[in-house]
């Protein structure tokens, strides 16, 4: 993953903001029309801090998705980019899992999942 890693990939968007053995919780931030460079994510659990629209693409496809801020959502292992197409901020927080939880990444999976 270090190869794909969001933090090294796309400094100016993602930060970490804490760290274990466990986790390592991400911060998110952009603009509408701003985009991301292709990236991995671990299974995570993602938190909106506000709502937006963004297009995300993986090497299988591409996804629009709208998503209400203060909700926690499943994202599973993947590799994609993303681009801001709506015209609010994008703000959310990411809690990455390690080790065995962290998954394998699909190119199948795209997206955060409701339930």
């Given at each position: 993953m270090v190869e794909q890693d969001p933090v090294t990939t796309n400094p100016e968007h993602y930060r970490t903001v804490f760290e274990n053995?466990?986790?390592?919780v991400l911060e998110y931030t952009?603009?509408?029309g701003h985009s991301t460079t292709p990236h991995v994510h671990p299974n995570s659990v993602m938190v909106t801090l506000t709502d937006f629209d963004r297009r995300l693409h993986t090497p299988n496809g591409q996804r629009d998705v709208t998503i209400a801020k203060h909700q926690a959502l499943w994202l599973p292992a993947q590799r994609h980019a993303?681009?801001?197409t709506g015209h609010t901020p994008t703000h959310t927080i990411f809690?990455?899992?390690k080790g065995a939880?962290?998954?394998v990444v699909s190119d199948d999976a795209v997206g955060p999942q409701t339930g």
């Open positions: 053995e466990f986790v390592r952009d603009e509408p993303g681009e801001n809690v990455e899992l939880a962290a998954g």
